[in-house]
């Protein structure tokens, strides 16, 4: 869900000003995930037209429409989200109208969201010396979906410890997240036979693990044909 922040022409601009002198890039998603990219913002210049927002743009702009959409986050604050117009291309750079409005994207605390299949989990059950591995079905910042082959009945209230996630925006991508959990609570589990397949764990995230996850559950999640 989205709710205006701000449609003050002031704000805005101090808002870019922030962003450039914090070195904070825009993050392209209107096509959705597969077509991310981060840009960074080189400054605002002044036309006939008033300001210009410039960003660095080394490939050609591959949307149809001259209207984008830029994402951002900054530590404290929800993701936003505002449109802009496109106006030129000179060289590697872009120029675009300074938006009219910028959005807030409210999300809930327990929001999950899918993992690509190749996200992984290490761990190790409290008070055993064996390593596990696990896929990472989905996840929250305040528990996840593992899948599991634990030679074990693993039962609600088991901890575990030791935890590592390598989560990954797409199956192809390198670029990956890594998350490390002290330990977790087994809130349920399934099991096959003798063996546990699945288990659901809930964990409490340091500060810096909690704006890490945070950030990928923000870009994991934008795609602005369902907002």
Not at 6 to 26: G, M, V
Not at 79 to 96: D, G, P, Q, S
Not at 158 to 187: G, M, Q, R, W
Not at 213 to 222: E, H, P, V
Request: aromatic content about 8%; charged content about 25%; some cysteine.
């Amino acid at each position: 869900m989205k709710n205006i922040w701000t449609e003050d022409a002031e704000t805005i601009r101090q808002e870019i000003e922030f962003l450039i002198e914090n070195k904070i890039s825009l993050v392209c998603g209107r096509k959705g995930l597969e077509q991310m990219a981060k840009l960074p913002i080189s400054g605002i210049t002044v036309s006939n037209n008033g300001p210009l927002l410039i960003l660095y743009h080394p490939h050609e702009p591959t949307c149809s429409s001259k209207r984008c959409t830029f994402y951002y986050h900054v530590k404290g604050n929800p993701l936003r989200v505002f449109e802009c117009n496109r106006i030129k291309k000179v060289e590697k750079f872009v120029a675009f109208e300074l938006p009219k409005q910028i959005f807030n994207i409210i999300k809930r605390k327990s929001q999950r969201i899918t993992t690509p299949n190749n996200s992984i989990a290490t761990f190790s059950i409290q008070n055993k010396q064996r390593i596990y591995n696990g896929t990472i079905d989905d996840v929250s910042l305040e528990g996840a979906k593992l899948s599991v082959d634990i030679p074990s009945l693993i039962e609600r209230g088991s901890i575990i410890c030791h935890i590592t996630f390598n989560i990954f925006y797409l199956k192809a991508s390198k670029d990956e997240t890594v998350i490390n959990i002290p330990e977790a609570e087994i809130a349920w589990a399934k099991h096959d036979k003798e063996r546990t397949t699945t288990i659901g764990i809930k964990f409490v995230l340091s500060e810096k693990d909690f704006d890490k996850l945070s950030t990928y559950i923000d870009l994991r999640s934008i795609n602005i044909q369902k907002l």
